[in-house]
């Protein structure tokens, strides 16, 4: 029977095994932007469609695990003008699906994964405190919220990584942090609930891909936890450091994959 389960090769479930924990762990205790981390470092081994099939069922049941803690700190106000917008990048992520090859995806998603790695080093380089997320902008309009709603929207059924468009909104309201994170849990709640839906229609949530999902979803409560007690003991700004680094590399990779059969076509 467990045999029947094991559908990848055996590197692969120790890369996943890697993923979901840094997942859980970032959910649990560093308010969980670092999911950014979880397509492009499965994509270094398997299609990244495939991989977001994969993390898809996971990622729901994490967020249904911080919802419990969460869901009484968040701004209805703003959630009420980003997820009818992330629904309507949902659709346009849905509409182009089909559209969008392997390569290409494998493209957007390392370029997006060296903006954000490298402006994480730009902001460090300016002494910007990530922690409270202290900009000297002012607070977005509803029309940017939108905007940034519908992005995090698409991102996020793209590639799980609707996280850094969804702080280009929420970092300079400067809401307090169980807010900051209240609102980010509930909003990731709705939308990767929502994603099922566009992901069965496609055609993503095979036998295969959910067997594969089930297998790993234990370590989704351990990742979880981990997260909750390393908070306690581990700086936030080296977890990230060591976070987005890794980011950062992955992202180049994935872009010289991506590009090099162009050159030698």
């Not at 910007?128 to 002012?138: A, F, I, N, R």
């Not at 990584?161 to 900051?180: E, N, T, W």
């Not at 980010?184 to 959910?210: D, M, R």
């Amino acid at each position: 029977m467990m045999s029947s389960l094991i559908l990848f090769e055996p590197s692969f479930y120790l890369l996943a095994a890697i993923v979901v924990l840094l997942t859980g762990m970032s959910k649990g205790g560093f308010a969980g932007g670092l999911g950014t981390l979880a397509v492009p470092l499965l994509t270094l081994a398997i299609d990244p469609r495939v991989a977001a099939a994969i993390m898809l069922p996971i990622l729901v049941c994490m967020d249904f695990v911080s919802l419990a803690t969460y869901r009484k700190y968040c701004d209805r106000a703003i959630l009420m003008t980003l997820v009818p917008a992330a629904i309507v990048g949902i659709i346009i992520g849905t509409l182009t699906f089909q559209l969008m090859s392997a390569q290409f995806i494998r493209l957007i998603i390392g370029l997006l994964s060296l903006y954000i790695g490298g402006q994480f080093f730009v902001k460090r380089w300016r002494k910007t405190d990530l922690s409270k997320g202290s900009l000297p902008s002012p607070a977005p309009s509803p029309k940017k919220g939108r905007l940034w709603g519908c992005m995090s929207g698409f991102t996020s059924f793209v590639a799980h990584a609707g996280g850094p468009p969804l702080s280009i909104y929420l970092l300079p309201l400067r809401l307090d942090k169980s807010v900051m994170v209240g609102t980010s849990v509930v909003f990731f709640t709705l939308i990767n609930a929502a994603k099922l839906i566009p992901y069965a229609w496609l055609g993503q949530l095979t036998n295969e891909h959910l067997l594969t999902s089930l297998v790993l979803l234990p370590l989704a409560p351990i990742g979880v936890r981990l997260g909750v007690y390393l908070h306690q003991r581990v700086t936030e700004d080296f977890f990230y450091w060591l976070s987005y680094s890794l980011l950062a590399l992955v992202g180049i990779k994935l872009i010289s994959e991506s590009l090099l059969p162009l050159l030698y076509a």
